[in-house]
């Protein structure tokens, strides 16, 4: 093994932080595939997808990031399935990031989705899932503008897991409205 030498000038203490509910802002988008950014970003089994990476606003954690937070756009999962978009809708929702149903063809805008109540099951509309507020449209198509993602604001809960080297680092489980 060759000897090295590391340079411990900004070496700050490696910590997690605490899970919790925590106000965050996007500081970052990667969309683009890093080795040709003509392609957009994809999973290994080829769904669209953004990563962002979050910064913590306020209190203890302020100014804290959290990296790497994926967001499935679309596609189908390796064993086929359509993945499901609970997430970007929620990132949608919370943030106010503007977005338009190509159902109804409502101009893009910042809006809050409309939830499924169970007393829509009678239209089709499955309870807790997100629809198009102005048409209700059963199977919503939408569109939205990834540049709109950057400095994006919402509450976000961060959560910890073990990475493959074991190592525990921070993720963020989910999206809500600010504390
Ligand atoms: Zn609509």
Not at 25 to 40: G, M, Q
Not at 45 to 52: F, I, N
């Amino acid at each position: 093994m060759p000897r090295l030498s590391s340079d411990l000038q900004d070496a700050g203490v490696y910590t997690l932080i605490p899970n919790g509910r925590y106000n965050a802002h996007v500081i970052a988008v990667r969309d683009t595939d890093k080795n040709d950014i003509s392609k957009p970003l994809t999973s290994q089994g080829g769904a669209p997808m953004v990563q962002l990476d979050w910064e913590i606003d306020e209190g203890e954690y302020a100014k804290r990031q959290i990296r790497f937070d994926t967001l499935m756009l679309g596609g189908n999962s390796k064993e086929g399935k359509p993945i499901s978009l609970g997430a970007l809708c929620s990132f949608l929702h919370f943030t106010g990031t503007p977005w338009s149903c190509m159902d109804c063809n409502n101009t893009e805008a910042s809006r809050k989705f409309y939830l499924g109540d169970i007393a829509d099951n009678t239209i089709g509309l499955k309870k807790g899932n997100f629809y198009c507020p102005d048409c209700k449209s059963p199977k919503p198509r939408i569109t939205y503008d990834t540049g709109n993602f950057m400095g994006a604001r919402c509450g976000v809960g961060v959560a910890s897991r073990k990475g493959n080297d074991d190592r525990e680092f921070n993720n963020i489980k989910g999206y809500t409205d600010l504390a």
